[in-house]
């Protein structure tokens, strides 16, 4: 059933799903998709428990707080900062201005029909804070490297192109300038500040041990004085514009993506396949091998809830111990994986935290401090994921001379329901699995592309090992997510769907999560200076998925610790 929410006159939103906004107005309707962040926000303004969007009402009338209330009006006022930000919403702002007054939402003007279909986000970010909000801080420092990005132009532009991504790399590249000019006009008025400080002490210092105070000093303290306050007058002045800017080109350096890898096709490209042989000429859906077996057993939790019996119990464990085998002969260590992370780390591994379909976000209990969508005390489950190596490493300092290093986990992976999983049946679509996963810390960039290389060797070598039709490929730009600069793909033929499905993949992601957490390394050649870390993520395997995919080619029964 289609939700319709009136917030003016003559404009309604109608949420058909849980990933777009359509805006109605007097009976035409734009075609104007926001993401779910923009959605989750107006939710929070609005906040209903029956998660429908009740324009109109106040915040205090939904019965919350006057500091609620107040949030509600910020919030409002960020959403329209944000979309200044970016070009392609500009109509949105000028044409219909979301205001929150008292927790009410009204519009100044009807929005006109789009002609097109753009992609707009707005979002803050936990990674950075501006110093204008003195009640809050961020624990990383972002290093936006934005100088070297913005070196080349054309390449950068190419980069969004081939991923289809929409940002004024020009406008950027001006916001920049104009913040590098801020920046130093900044640093002078605060080193004229000091300047001035010194000399007062001086004077504060003769003083009192002369035990007089000469006319001289006297006139000279008055015109320190005043010229100190000058200082402190020019410098407040600058620093409001200077905010402005910096979140300007922080939230879209944030925005900006990995640079691609030289080898990431235009297209997806089978690099390698094996076994196509042995494609069974009668499909078995796994789905009825379990209903004659019941070595599956539902939970009243939900359809993709499930515990398995009998033999499949075993099988599980022995996959767990034949992968994780393979991983320690091959000299990667082992360790225990964080379940549980906060906003910096989620939001570092390219996850967008305020979308339900992307990551378990945890509630916190009632009566519990108030905090706002992107604050970094928020939790959110994922399980064994890339996550657990990112809060592993977040804020280390490394020794290259003790790089590469090579980590795996093992344990529960957990994955909200979205479009993916639930077009999958059976086994291939439940929300919880046990994961292997690796990674690969670096000290270059060139190091990053060998790890990735022996990464894709050894599942290349372990798959082998089950004799199951599958393939390699190369995903194209347009597949990976901003943090991806190149990602292959383990796929292996599932006969009840005559499709490849993913069951593992190796990415390179660069610097992209460790210039956000402020994972760093140390040379002992330049010991006062260190840089990002490059990392490579590797999925090794989905032991749910190859469960099914066992069962289907008829190997369940077989042993596989090694």
């Avoid at 789009?114 to 986000?121: D, E, G, N, P, S």
Wanted: charge should be neutral.
């Amino acid at each position: 059933m289609v939700e319709e929410v009136t917030i003016g006159k003559n404009v309604i939103i109608d949420m058909n799903s849980k990933s777009k906004l359509l805006f109605y107005i007097k009976g035409q309707v734009v075609p104007r998709l926001l993401t779910y962040t923009y959605i989750t926000s107006c939710r929070k303004l609005t906040c209903c428990p029956s998660r429908k969007l009740l324009t109109g009402c106040s915040a205090q009338e939904q019965g919350y707080t006057n500091q609620r209330a107040k949030f509600v009006t910020q919030s409002a006022q960020c959403l329209i900062q944000r979309a200044k930000l970016m070009q392609s919403v500009n109509w949105f702002v000028q044409n219909a201005k979301l205001l929150g007054q008292n927790g009410k939402f009204r519009t100044e003007d009807i929005m006109p029909p789009a002609q097109i279909v753009l992609q707009a986000r707005f979002y803050s970010s936990s990674v950075f804070v501006s110093d204008r909000h003195s009640d809050s801080s961020s624990s990383f420092q972002f290093d936006h490297d934005l100088e070297e990005k913005l070196s080349d132009i054309e390449k950068l532009k190419t980069n969004l192109q081939r991923r289809g991504l929409h940002i004024d790399v020009e406008q950027l590249r001006r916001d920049y300038l104009e913040y590098v000019e801020l920046h130093k006009e900044k640093f002078r008025l605060e080193t004229e500040r000091e300047d001035i400080a010194r000399q007062i002490a001086v004077i504060v210092a003769q003083q009192k041990e002369s035990k007089t105070k000469s006319k001289e000093q006297i006139s000279q303290m008055k015109k320190l004085v005043e010229k100190g306050k000058n200082a402190k007058t020019r410098q407040k002045e600058l620093m409001g514009k200077y905010w402005d800017v910096e979140e300007k080109v922080m939230i879209s350096a944030l925005s900006l993506p990995s640079n691609l890898s030289q080898d990431v096709p235009e297209k997806l490209v089978v690099l390698q396949e094996c076994f196509e042989d042995r494609k069974p000429a009668v499909p078995v859906d796994h789905d009825e091998v379990l209903r004659k077996s019941q070595m599956v057993r539902l939970s009243n939790v939900g359809h993709s809830a499930y515990y398995l019996t009998g033999r499949l119990a075993v099988l599980e464990q022995e996959l767990v111990n034949h992968f994780s085998a393979h991983l320690r002969s091959k000299n990667i260590t082992q360790m225990l994986a964080p379940e549980m992370f906060k906003t910096p780390v989620v939001e570092a591994g390219c996850i967008d935290v305020m979308d339900p379909a992307s990551v378990y976000r945890l509630q916190y209990k009632h009566g519990t401090k108030q905090i706002t969508d992107w604050d970094s005390d928020h939790m959110f489950l994922q399980g064994a994921s890339q996550l657990s190596f990112l809060s592993y490493f977040a804020k280390m300092l490394i020794s290259s001379e003790d790089l590469p290093v090579k980590l795996f986990v093992v344990g529960r992976n957990y994955i909200p329901e979205n479009s993916e999983t639930s077009s999958l049946p059976g086994l291939y679509g439940v929300l919880q699995s046990i994961q292997v996963c690796l990674c690969g810390v670096c000290s270059t960039r060139e190091s990053c592309g060998q790890v990735m290389e022996q990464f894709t060797d050894i599942l290349t070598d372990i798959y082998k090992q089950f004799e199951l039709p599958f393939r390699l490929v190369s995903l194209p730009a347009c597949s990976l997510t901003a943090a991806e600069e190149n990602r292959i793909e383990l796929q292996i033929w599932v006969p009840s769907l005559q499709q490849y499905l993913k069951v593992a993949s190796v990415s390179m992601c660069g610097d992209y999560s460790s210039r956000r957490l402020m994972i760093r390394c140390s040379h002992s050649t330049r010991k006062s200076s260190s840089n990002p870390v490059y990392m490579v993520h590797c999925e090794v395997t989905d032991v749910t998925r190859m469960i099914a995919l066992l069962l289907e080619y008829g190997l369940a029964d077989n042993t596989w610790e090694r």
